[in-house]
């Protein structure tokens, strides 16, 4: 009888980063775009799934893997080429992607993400592990700049972005 060497289905071991790069938006944060002088171009919205956004009568903008500063530069100019003559635009971010815990947790689900939050901080916020997880094979879910999602193992301290998902698997034995 051969026995595997190692476990079964094993979560990547490739750890997360735990120094973060500045932030940039992403799919699913909601933001305020305020432009001077013309109300109507004006309003709150969300970046869809690839990072888009609807702007009135300006059509679509990418703004997923910005900051908001060059958010504001990209907005502008877009309405430059469509409506307005020096559009001066402003972004606030209002809220972030949220982050999902899934996994053997007792209350999986998306929560609300808090910058500096944890693996720790967002299992917590899931009621805690249940007596099956196994710990020690945290595997955090992020996209990358493409949208392509990597995995990472995570540590208790590993921090998290807005968007991250987090996989709780269960243990063997």
Known sequence: MVMAAGPVGCAPRRRAPEDLPRYSLRPGDRIAVTVHAHPEL???MSLDSTGL????MA???GLAGLSVRNA???IAGVLEGHWVRQASVGVELLDHAPV???GEV???GRFAYRPGMTVLEAVALAGGYTYRARTSWVTIVRSDRTGMPQ???GMPSTPLLPGDGVRVPERLF
């Open 59 to 61: 059509g679509t903008v």
């Open 72 to 74: 504001e530069t990209r």
């Open 100 to 102: 999902f815990v899934l």
């Open 42 to 44: 004006s309003g709150e």
């Open 151 to 153: 995995e990472f193992s």
């Open 106 to 108: 007792h209350r999986p």
């Open 53 to 56: 956004v609807r702007l009135p």
